[in-house]
């Protein structure tokens, strides 16, 4: 049996996108998991990971699954800020009240913009503190040199949701936010999963995550698969149209 509570607040300044819900299994092994949903940076919540949240749980990993502040409630970098917080929030015993103990490190992961989230986590939090990464077709480079279907980087609309300005980001910028050009040394593992069917988030994507990692001496790998054509595509043309 789990034991879930909903609705932990994170970071009380972000009032409902600043929650998070606990999954606790009757016998928690291995460090927690940080989960963070996707949907364009701009859509979806953390309801939208709940058969993640189960796999994880099934196997014995407690579960934060956060929501976060949308780029239209607030540009880059208040989402990335948010996943930061959550991290420092479970890191530093706030959720021990909740039944989790203060642990020591932690698992991130998140799906599509939250692998994205996942990876600039992963990366900004102390790499001590970090188990792994694991990013379910999360964007790294955020240029999208192979295109997508879906996130149209190179228009004004996406830029202005995701700075909340309308001039165009330098080049310098886009490396900011870009995981496979923000690798160091020590970085944590990471685990790459992606459809080769993808083009909303192309599978080049963990392949240069892949080879960043390598490039610095971390460990990575990457596992593609023949899936159906993602679904999400319909979701970001919605938001970005």
């Known amino acids: 049996m789990l034991n879930i509570q909903r609705n932990i607040s994170y970071n009380n300044s972000a009032g409902s996108k600043g929650l ?3 999954i606790l299994p009757d016998r928690p092994t291995g460090d927690p998991v940080l989960l963070i949903h996707g ?14 949240t189960r796999l994880f749980a099934e196997r014995g990993r407690a579960v934060f699954n956060i929501n976060y502040r949308l780029l239209d409630q607030a540009p880059w970098p208040a989402c990335g800020d948010d996943c930061i917080a959550a991290g420092w929030f479970m890191l530093g015993g706030g959720l021990s009240r909740h039944g989790l103990a203060t642990p020591r490190r932690l698992l991130i992961c998140g799906a599509s913009a939250g692998g ?5 986590t992963g990366l900004g939090l102390p790499n001590e503190h970090v188990e792994a990464i694991i990013s379910l077709a999360g964007p790294s480079l955020m240029d999208f040199p192979d295109g997508s279907s879906g996130v149209h980087t190179d228009s004004a609309t996406f830029w202005k949701k995701f700075y909340g300005r309308a001039t165009a980001p330098t080049a310098a910028e886009i490396a900011a936010v870009s995981p496979a050009r923000l690798t160091k040394p020590g970085a944590p593992p990471l685990f790459c999963i992606h459809s080769r069917n993808d083009w909303l988030v192309p599978p080049s994507h963990s392949e240069a995550a892949v080879a960043a990692w390598h490039k610095v001496g971390s460990p990575a790998e990457s596992i593609f698969f023949f899936g159906p054509a993602p679904c999400r595509m319909r979701v970001a043309q919605a938001r970005y149209r």
Request: aromatic residues 4%; glycine residues 14%.
């Open 20 to 22: 998070g819900d606990l």
């Open 39 to 52: 949907g364009g940076w701009n859509a979806l919540s953390k309801e939208a990971m709940a058969p993640i």
């Open 116 to 120: 994205h989230l996942a990876m600039m």
